[in-house]
C-alpha cells in the first residue's frame, strides 16, 4: 500500500497562484495539485486503484512532456487537461479491446437502443394479446423451433392445417404490430 509523502518543514507551500504560474513541475507544485488529480480521477473512473493508475500515468505524461509545454500557459489546466485525455485514451483502448476480444470469440454482445427494447416490448405486448392457441403454435413453431411435423403430430392434424394456422397467427401478430388489428380473430374449422 502507498505511503503519504511528507513534505520536510523547510519546503515552502506554494499558494494556488504559484501553481497555475510555475515554470517547473517541483514537488511542491505536484504535492499542491495531487490531491485535486486524485480527486479528479477518482470522479472520472469510480475506482480508487483505476484513479491512481491515472493519476500516475499523468504525472509521467507531464514529466515526459514538460519541455513542449507552451511557456505561458496553466500547469494545473494542463496537468488535468493530461489527465482527462489520458482518462479517454483508456476509454478507447478498453472499447477497442473489447470489441476485439469480441470479434475473436464470435460473441457480438451490445447493449440494445432504446428504440429496440421499446420495440420489443410492443411486439411481446402485441404477441400477449393474441388467443391462446395462436400463441402455443407461434411459440413452438417460432421459438422452440420444432418442425412443422412435430407439431402437426403433437396435435394430431395435418401438416397443410398447421401451416395455414400457423399463417393465420402470423398475419394475425403483423396485424396488431402495425396497429391494424382491434381483436385478432381465430377462425374456426368444423
Not at 411481446?124 to 393474441?130: I, V
Amino acid at each position: 500500500m502507498n505511503q503519504p509523502v511528507r513534505m520536510p518543514i523547510h519546503e515552502a507551500v506554494p499558494s494556488d497562484d504559484d501553481a497555475i504560474e510555475a515554470d517547473e513541475l517541483s514537488d511542491a507544485v505536484v504535492r499542491q495539485l495531487l490531491p485535486r488529480l486524485r480527486r479528479f480521477a477518482l470522479h472520472l473512473t469510480r475506482d480508487a486503484m483505476s484513479s491512481d493508475d491515472l493519476v500516475q500515468s499523468t504525472l509521467e505524461r507531464a514529466l515526459t512532456r514538460w519541455p513542449s509545454r507552451r511557456p505561458q500557459g496553466n500547469v494545473r489546466a494542463w496537468l488535468f487537461t493530461i489527465l482527462y485525455r489520458q482518462f479517454l485514451d483508456s476509454q478507447r483502448r478498453a472499447r477497442r479491446y473489447a470489441r476485439l476480444l469480441d470479434w475473436f470469440t464470435g460473441s457480438d454482445v451490445t447493449a440494445p437502443s432504446a428504440e429496440r427494447e421499446v420495440m420489443a416490448r410492443a411486439s411481446l405486448d402485441d404477441f400477449e394479446r393474441l388467443p391462446e392457441a395462436q400463441r402455443t403454435l407461434l411459440w413452438l413453431v417460432c421459438v422452440e423451433g420444432l418442425s412443422y411435423k412435430v407439431v402437426a403430430d403433437m396435435f394430431d392434424v395435418p401438416l397443410g392445417t398447421i401451416m395455414s394456422r400457423l399463417s393465420r397467427a402470423r398475419s394475425a401478430l403483423r396485424d396488431l404490430h402495425e396497429g391494424r388489428a382491434g381483436e385478432p380473430r381465430l377462425r374456426i374449422l368444423k
